[in-house]
């Protein structure tokens, strides 16, 4: 029979003196484990699967709560060893080792501490218990005891060892057997040895300790664990030392970091997990795919994308891809949130508005050929992607094949604060009015974002319905609040152009990457000096957008739209509808097909769609007056027009051109005489200028005023 000490029997005896709040109620098992707070927030896909993990809480690193059943029988032997040897037989408290403790205390003698894994836990669920900079008080250990004995009967003790591995400080910020065993060892608990099982639990008596003295105490443990197997200490300090310099466990990981910190944020108070609507599969397959093409592209100065995917009906987001992570310098910008100019891709919206205020047909003819804009600030001369123009097209052919001559005339008619109204309804935000950006808007000067440039796309797969796009699930059934942004009727016209690969043919060619197997709309865009290179489209359900280039703001080298963003929009389709149809939309009420004819053959005949009431068998260029009858007048350069001379430049390569109409006309500027006929070459000097058109007779018919800025030229080129 074990006698115990006097110092033993006055400490039971003490117990009976304990504090009230010693005595309270106890939680239970299953309270401790759903109270329990990693220190990372995961977020989910649709169906739960696991997208990213997020460090949250920055004072402690905790990972999952881990099932007794789920830990490492290695780790189990060994932290009993260490901490507790006759946890299985004692209720709470193991009174021989409060009486070691006692007696070693009485003689100056250092012995194992008295304190069990059950008082432990019970100092580690308390705050009241838990121990301070001098250790815990007299107080704090009676109380410690006491509930210790009342976990005892309460829990039972497998669910006391679960509880104390989950929530065991380790080393450092390390609390809990996961969050250990993924930084130190790289691998979940139920994988350690009994190598890592003797580091770990060596780590509990001295946390703070040097790898020296963690590495002797494993080596001692590793004896008791292994009595028939010598330990070779020297490679254990060794492994001690590696393990206890590795974080293995990266702060986040994953394959959707940018949507996570978004659903994080908006989230707010609601409980980790955090499900999203994205799809895990296509986020997966957007990474790589991004990827790719990037690596495809360094030689080309080009390390950034980013990928959004929309489902029309519903506005969810089912891919989110906000960089090209590893393979950019600034992988912490989310592309998808991030202000760019989107080029060419705002033109879809442009013709639309065009359309719904019968304007224009998709049939209209329009100029592509060289044109001088006067705006206030001067002139405004437009110029194709590839410098090339191709003369009288169709509205068709203009949008399809991303025109940009004709875009800037169809803003001259609908006008660019009109226009800035028509992209703010279908949820583009532009900074500043129509007025600020000018002709330029409908080449995309603005900035805007691919979240919602796609969404825009999205308002026009919709047939011109507006809604917002979200990441979290519908927390009710409540309808979505669409509202009418564009013509129905115009919105269809324009998706039926943009599906069009006959009219794309003229500048993308019939073997386009563009071309899907199944129905699709889309448009590419590159913006000012190769910045910005994009791809938007849909389909019967989806809507993606591409972008490429570089977060910097650096250009790209000889990327155009098909090389770019393209071929990640068509893989992406491609993957959406691997086995689910597209097909054309229905053509809305209010929308006709007929018959048309283009004069001079410009283009085939061909079934047009028109807003009812708009259609017409025959599109033809008016005749003009011959040059003898028409009213002679200066036709370039425009009134008001501004010159600005660059002294890089020799000056006669900075020659001006005059042109006029008109038979027998001759040119005056400042007064005097300068040339005959209706065209001339004027090397200009600074300064304003006034230039005259006389008729055959020498009576003045035109005249426009100029202002010519820069270096100066010598007195003898000004002839």
């Known amino acids: 029979m074990t006698r115990r000490c006097p110092l033993a029997i006055a400490l039971a005896a003490a117990l009976l003196a304990a504090p009230a709040w010693a005595l309270s109620g106890i939680a239970s098992f299953d309270e401790v484990r759903r109270d329990f707070r990693p220190s990372d927030t995961v977020v989910l896909d649709r169906d739960g699967v696991l997208l990213q993990r997020m460090r949250t809480d920055a004072s402690v690193r905790r990972g999952d709560w881990i099932a007794l059943a789920d830990i490492s029988p290695a780790l189990r032997s060994a932290m009993l060893l ?195 609507t994205l799809r ?49 310098r600034a992988a912490e910008v989310d592309g998808v949130l991030a202000q760019r100019q989107p080029g060419s891709t705002l033109k879809p919206f442009l013709y639309a508005q065009a359309i719904a205020e019968r304007r224009l047909t998709a049939a209209s003819l329009l100029d592509d050929s060289s044109a001088q804009i006067s705006t206030a600030g001067g002139l405004y001369i437009p110029q194709n992607y590839d410098r090339q123009f191709k003369g009288t097209v169709s509205v068709r052919t203009a949008l399809a094949a991303s025109l940009n001559v004709p875009a800037v005339r169809t803003l001259v008619m609908v006008s660019p604060e009109a226009f800035a109204r028509q992209l703010r309804a279908a949820g583009l935000p532009l900074a500043q009015n129509g007025d600020y950006y000018g002709y330029s808007l409908a080449l995309g000067s603005a900035e805007v974002s691919l979240l919602a440039l796609t969404n825009a796309y999205r308002t026009l797969a919709n047939g011109g319905r507006f809604g917002e796009v979200r990441h979290l699930p519908r927390a009710s059934a409540a309808p979505n609040g669409d509202v009418d942004a564009i013509d129905a009727r115009a919105a269809f016209i324009v998706g039926d152009m943009l599906a069009d690969p006959n009219a794309r043919a003229r500048t993308f060619g019939l073997d386009s990457v563009l071309a899907t197997r199944f129905w699709s709309a889309v448009k590419t865009g590159t913006s000012k000096d190769m910045r910005d290179n994009w791809a938007i489209g849909w389909s019967q359900r989806y809507t993606v957008g591409v972008w490429v280039g570089n977060a910097s703001g650096a250009p790209m080298w000889d990327v155009s739209g098909t090389s770019g963003a393209a071929p990640v929009w068509a893989q992406t389709m491609g993957f959406l509808h691997r086995s689910e149809p597209s097909r054309a939309p229905a ?23 028109f807003v009812a009431g708009t259609e017409q068998p025959l599109f033809a260029i008016a005749p003009e007056a011959s040059a003898a009858e028409a009213a002679p007048r200066i036709k370039s350069p425009a009134d008001g027009t501004i010159i600005a001379l660059d002294p890089d430049i020799p000056p006669s390569r900075q020659r001006l051109r005059l042109e006029a109409e008109g038979r027998g006309v001759q040119w005056r500027i400042d007064g005097r005489p300068f040339a005959r006929g209706a065209s001339a070459q004027w090397l200009p000097w600074p300064g304003r200028h006034v230039v005259q058109l006389l008729d055959a007779r020498g009576q003045v018919v035109d005249e426009l005023r100029l202002e010519v800025r820069g270096a100066g030229v010598l007195a003898s080129a000004k002839r």
């Open 280 to 328: 895990a599969p296509l986020q997966r397959f957007a990474v790589d795919a991004l990827q790719r093409q990037l690596r495809e592209l360094r030689g080309r100065n080009v390390e950034d994308g980013a990928l959004v995917v929309l489902d029309n009906a519903s506005g969810e987001v089912l891919a989110w891809v906000g960089s090209s992570g590893a393979l950019s």
């Open 587 to 609: 053509p809305p009420a209010g929308v006709v097909q007929a018959r048309v004819r283009f004069g001079d053959d410009l283009e085939a005949a061909r079934g047009e769609w």
């Open 82 to 276: 260490s901490e507790d040897k006759r946890f299985y037989a004692h209720s709470g408290v193991d009174w021989r080792a409060v009486s070691a403790a006692a007696w070693g205390n009485l003689w100056n003698t250092r012995t194992r501490g008295a304190s069990t894994i059950t008082m432990q836990l019970a100092g580690l669920l308390d705050d009241d218990l838990r121990r301070n900079g001098g250790g815990r008080s007299l107080t704090q250990k009676l109380g410690q005891t006491v509930a210790a004995q009342q976990l005892e009967r309460h829990w039972r003790k497998d669910q006391i060892l679960e509880a104390y591995l989950n929530t065991v400080p380790f080393r450092g910020e390390i609390v809990g057997i996961d969050a250990l065993s993924r930084t130190l060892f790289g691998k979940a608990p139920h994988g350690l040895d009994a190598r890592e099982a003797a580091v770990a639990a060596a780590l509990v008596r001295a946390p703070n300790a040097k790898p020296a003295l963690v590495g002797q105490r494993a080596c001692e443990l590793m004896r008791a664990m292994e009595p028939d197997d010598k330990p070779d200490c020297s490679a254990l300090d060794m492994f001690a030392s590696a393990a206890l310099q590795r974080r293995a466990y990266d702060p986040s990981e994953g394959i959707a970091p940018h949507l996570a910190r978004r659903a994080l944020k908006d989230a707010g108070a609601t409980p980790a997990p955090i499900r999203t």
